[in-house]
């Protein structure tokens, strides 16, 4: 995928205080309903045009903090931890002057780890940017962490671009993390400061360490694989039934008498007992020094379920559950697509593009922000939502918890 250049900004040769000043009239006016002195950048405009519609108070919206054991298990579970170490030495020409911070959040805006000098550590304390913190767009607005997460760009957001005020005394420059496996946004890479520190250069080396990050996380990976695939080779040679070598993720690293592909869908419990692989059938699964060792069952077809059951957790952090055809899984959703998947429940029919504009945004003049959001959601559910209208697929039933509303759209048999 080719990526632009970041945009600085404050370009090169602009007097920040006198750019500074204009921000804070084009602020004060478009969050009036007045005419604006000037327009701010796109990326600005559309994080703020979105916030106001979602009804997002600048002056009180913040969720609450993650809770101190949540945080580690958060850690652990960001695929960042490898590495955290090469992203702060690749920031610390822009830490060592002592006014700036590094941050690391997860693709939620979860702040997972912070660095730098005290003083600037304190300012940050009294703005709620501590670890633990939600930051995503939903909880404080537009900032370079939850602006770049949604925006899938790197951003530097300075000033009174910022869309809570008491920010307006800071600059910062993020760069979204993807899984290369995936393109799966893991996290984002800030560098924070006061206002006074920006520089037009800050969100081109932010930018350039974040994709340092994912070609090492490829290293890895793929070190990973070649382990696997020495470990399982004897084994596979050895299985007279068709079987595979995947990683936890479902990655192949080697096969034995199956038609190569890339990728399994994993079950949520592979170690539960045999379970339904898409493109393969009914599986058993051993375990690997880091992977799994999936053998195909031959007579697993007739143990195929007619139907999938998706019950939509909407308690706590939303979440999906998968059981029946296309085996056993979850998935976290956003609260966004949480809503989506409630409102095709409800409407087992379907909806167009331009329905469910009217039913998230309150009109019909969103739909391509509704379409990009399906496209989303369905790579992250393959097989459950269907187009043309957007509705449950074909052989879904889908279950709301803990609202007790179902939409059974089965037409198997």
Do not use: K
């Not at 750019?19 to 701010?40: C, E, H, N, S």
Request: charged share 25%.
């Amino acid at each position: 995928m080719v990526r632009s250049s970041p945009e600085a900004a404050v370009a090169t040769g602009d007097d920040p205080r006198d750019y500074a000043r204009l921000l804070a009239a084009v602020y004060d006016a478009t969050m009036a309903g007045d005419r604006a002195p000037a327009r701010p950048r796109a990326v600005i405009a559309e994080s703020w045009e979105q916030l106001m519609a979602d009804g997002v108070d600048p002056a009180r919206h913040r969720d609450p903090l993650v809770e101190s054991d949540e945080l580690d298990a958060l850690r652990r579970r960001s695929g960042l931890v490898g590495v955290l170490e090469e992203m702060s030495r690749g920031l610390g020409s822009l830490t060592a002057d002592g006014d700036n911070i590094v941050v690391v959040a997860d693709s939620r805006g979860r702040v997972l780890w912070r660095s730098g000098h005290a003083s600037v550590l304190q300012r940050a304390d009294s703005l709620g940017f501590v670890e633990g913190a939600h930051w995503g767009e939903g909880a404080v607005g537009t900032n370079a962490i939850g602006t770049a997460l949604v925006s899938r760009q790197s951003v530097q957001i300075f000033s009174a671009e910022h869309y809570q005020p008491s920010h307006h005394t800071w600059t910062c420059a993020g760069a979204p993390i993807r899984d290369p496996r995936t393109g799966r946004v893991l996290g984002v890479v800030d560098v924070s400061g006061p206002a006074a520190t920006v520089h037009p250069t800050t969100v081109t080396v932010v930018d350039l360490v974040a994709r340092l990050a994912e070609s090492r996380l490829r290293e890895t990976h793929d070190r990973l694989l070649n382990e696997i695939r020495a470990v399982s080779a004897p084994i596979l040679a050895a299985v007279a039934a068709p079987a595979l070598a995947v990683d936890t993720d479902g990655w192949v690293a080697a096969v034995g008498s199956v038609p190569v592909c890339t990728r399994l869908q994993l079950p949520g419990d592979p170690a539960a007992g045999p379970a339904w692989v898409p493109t393969i059938g009914w599986c058993d699964f051993e375990p690997l020094p880091g992977g799994w060792l999936v053998r195909v069952v031959r007579d697993g077809a007739a143990r195929d379920e007619s139907v999938t059951t998706v019950v939509v957790d909407l308690i706590g952090e939303p979440t999906v559950r998968v059981s029946g055809r296309q085996g056993r899984w979850h998935r976290i959703v956003s609260r966004r697509h949480a809503q989506i998947l409630r409102l095709l429940a409800q409407h087992p029919a379907g909806r167009s593009a331009a329905e469910l504009s009217v039913d998230l945004y309150g009109d019909d003049g969103h739909t391509v922000t509704v379409r990009a959001e399906m496209s989303r959601l369905r790579r992250q559910l393959p097989g459950l939502v269907a187009a043309r209208p957007y509705r449950c697929a074909d052989g879904v039933v889908m279950q709301l918890r803990p609202d007790g509303v179902a939409s059974d759209t089965s037409s198997a048999g």
